[in-house]
């Protein structure tokens, strides 16, 4: 027999394969918010301060990049190292379309610090896709809260 | 827009921090000591580094 307490308890310890669990968002959903959008795995989930802080802190290293003359990566260039660079610059999701889009981090790398921020680009994207695995492992119940 | 190579270091340390505080640990405590321990661990390490490169030079 199931009373109204036990109710709760019984739903967010349902086993999961892609389903929403206690949270009612899917983990592939969250997965893929968070990586589109910067945070919105962790607003989806109702953790507004923790999508706060991860927006800024992906947007504010993405734009500090940007602003450094940092190089935004392509696809197909042939070369290994661009190849992996695109592939951290990808992470970003959205803010590496709009990059594209608007042509910024097209011009070439001259000084050191323009390669800061072609680093700050990168480590951006791989930040936003930690940040957008987080939010799948707390839809998902494998990460406690 | 231009910074120093320590403001780069900072910001850097800064942004990644946060993310990892937030993302490897599953309590609001735990995650502000985490982020500061990486916090303090870029900086240092950035700079243990950057005297160790100028010992082998001279």
Redesign the interface.
Known sequence: MTTKDQAPAVASSKTLGGDAVGSGVAPWMALAAGWLVPGAGHLLLGKWVRAGLLAASIVGMFAIGVALQGKVYSPNTGDPLDMLGFAGDLGAGALYGLARLLGWGQTPVLVAVADYGTKFIVVAGLLNIVAAVDAHSLASGRKRS | ???S?FS?VL??S???S???G??QR??PKMMAWFGALCFALFVCGTIAASWAMWLIKH
């Open positions: 827009m231009t910074i190579h780069g910001l850097f800064l942004f990644t946060v993310v990892f937030i993302t599953a309590e």
